[in-house]
């Protein structure tokens, strides 16, 4: 007798979970007994001159996800990209634990005000990294996919790296009150930070890293109003690796673009009960621009999606009863 074909509906969410997914069908069991020892130091040089040292050990764990087993299958009757492959969870992967040591060194003004100059040097164990490889017919086997539909289908998952990772940065940040200003020109603040960090080049292609970024910017108090300008800046972001194909070459990737944003807050007190504000975020109108490239791409062909959010303005009356 035949067996009669099972139709898993495309318009009912419901009914296609019912068909497709196994109530408690996946057991995996993790823990994370460990010990994570710390230890922070400060000594005074100075009055006003702190170096500080810092040891503590860490772990990082994997998504929920990653221990469900999933396997999710492309839409083989629509057209194949880059993006088209197959995707398995890993259930095995170990969570990632690391070491840091980090040094500080604090200035203090007189009045208010500090500058502050710090590194840190981190060394992963496990490090989590993505892999994606061609389907073999023993993958096929194991899932019981159909070689004619997905052998020629890539296969990407997440694994633990074998070797340790090293990972190294800067940080800087200042900020004074301008309080030797004449009288009249009281009230004003600046501040600046900046963060610089450095991986292996084959471990920071596995997730999104910004290598540099930084803000700065002033604030003026009058006993009536306050008034603050903030730039924020992020150096280009390179995001996940593009598969190599006929027509692309090897190490490609998404990129983001670089971008500065400037946020302007006014707040001005009517009376004691109430005050006017205004929130202007981005009004330097900034696009979030992405980009697609390897080593040759040339500049006009690097272009591949804009993204337009304007620059938000909120005003409004603040009160207190």
Known sequence: MKQPELVVPTTDALGVSTLTRIDRGQHTRKQYLRLFPN???????????????????????????????????????????????????????????????????????????????????????????????????????????????????????NHNLTEKVEMTGFEFDYKRSLNFLPHWARGIQVFANASAQRAPDGISRNFNFVRRSGSWGFSVSRPKFTYRMNWNYREPQRRGIIAVARSIEPDTYNWGSKRLY???????????????????????????????????????????????????????IRGNL
């Open 262 to 316: 400037l946020d302007v807050t006014l707040d001005y007190t009517l009376s004691r009960r109430f005050s006017l504000f205004a929130s202007m975020r981005n009004i330097n109108d900034q696009t979030e621009d992405s980009k697609i490239y390897g080593p040759n791409t040339p500049d006009y062909a690097k272009f591949r999606q804009r993204q337009d959010f304007g620059s938000a303005w909120t005003f409004g």
């Open 39 to 157: 230890l922070n130091a400060g000594y005074n040089i100075r009055e006003n001159l702190i170096a500080r040292f810092a040891y503590y050990q860490s772990v990082g764990r994997p998504d929920f996800g990653q221990y469900m087993n999933g396997l999710t299958l492309p839409d083989t009757s629509v057209a194949r990209t880059s993006a088209t492959v197959i995707s398995v969870n890993n259930p095995t992967i170990k969570a990632w634990s690391a070491e840091t040591f980090k040094v500080r060194v604090e200035y203090y003004f007189e009045g208010i005000g500090t500058i502050n100059l710090g590194g840190y040097r981190r060394e992963f164990t496990n490090f989590f990294a993505n892999t994606r490889f061609l389907v073999t017919p023993e993958f096929l086997s194991l899932y019981s996919l159909d070689p004619d539909e997905y052998g020629d289908y890539e296969v990407t998952t």
